[in-house]
T-cell receptor
Framework: DVKVTQSSRYLVKRTGEKVFLECVQD?????MFWYRQDPGLGLRLIYF???????EKGDIPEGYSVSREKKERFSLILESASTNQTSMYLC??????????FGQGTRLTVV | QKEVEQNSGPLSVPEGAIASLNCTYS??????FFWYRQYSGKSPELIMS????GDKEDGRFTAQLNKASQYVSLLIRDSQPSDSATYLC?????????????FGKGTHLIIQP
């Protein structure tokens, strides 16, 4: 079974803090993705990566950056957290034609 | 920008009946189509993928794709209360590299015992 593990299930951070969300997959997938999910807005792609050290902007990259130093790990960074970044963050990985498997999600609250 | 449209529901179906979920997409170059199931408070779980026109069956689930009309549907036969969830339609282009899935906002399905 594919296993995608996100470092935290729940996280509370203060406005202006730098926040790191970590994601690890154990299936040697080339592709990894970060989404956020909000009521009424659905799932929106923030960033994705198709190889180590490669990254591509998704639909809503503003206020975020990513890092992929190893194939199995993809990190999402909030440079200066703001309240409008309070959301459920979902990491996914996949191979080839982008079939994606999701981690359990991190519910981030910025206060 | 690609758009994926789904009726948000809730769609209420009696137990044992067929649940029919529909999805339309805007981008004609979309080539790969997926249905995810998401229980409340959980992450999406892939249940079906379809790449060519026609029907694809897997157990109680059937995915149908019509690229000319730009719609994809999911049928759930013999609906069970455990099928109550939000169903997300997702599309992407192929072409070798990843470009991420574009999701609809989901249809909330309720199976009434």
């Amino acid at each position: 079974d594919v296993k995608v593990t996100q470092s935290s299930r729940y996280l509370v951070k203060r406005t202006g803090e730098k926040v790191f969300l970590e994601c690890v997959q154990d299936m040697d997938h080339e592709n990894m993705f970060w989404y956020r999910q909000d009521p009424g807005l659905g799932l929106r792609l923030i960033y994705f990566s198709y190889d180590v050290k490669m990254k591509e902007k998704g639909d809503i990259p503003e206020g975020y950056s990513v890092s992929r130093e190893k194939k199995e790990r993809f990190s999402l960074i909030l440079e200066s957290a703001s309240t409008n970044q309070t959301s459920m963050y979902l990491c996914a990985s996949g191979r080839g034609i982008t079939e994606a498997f999701f981690g359990q999600g991190t519910r981030l609250t910025v206060v | 920008q690609k758009e994926v449209e789904q009726n948000s529901g809730p769609l209420s179906v009696p137990e044992g009946a067929i649940a029919s979920l529909n999805c339309t997409y805007s981008d004609r170059v979309s080539q790969s189509f997926f249905w995810y199931r998401q229980y409340s408070g959980k992450s999406p779980e892939l249940i079906m993928s379809i790449y060519s026109n026609g029907d694809k069956e897997d157990g109680r689930f059937t995915a149908q794709l019509n690229k000319a009309s730009q719609y994809v549907s999911l049928l759930i036969r013999d609906s069970q209360p455990s099928d109550s969830a939000t169903y997300l339609c997702a599309v992407t282009e192929t072409g070798g590299g990843a470009d991420g899935l574009t999701f609809g906002k989901g249809t909330h399905l309720i199976i009434q015992p």
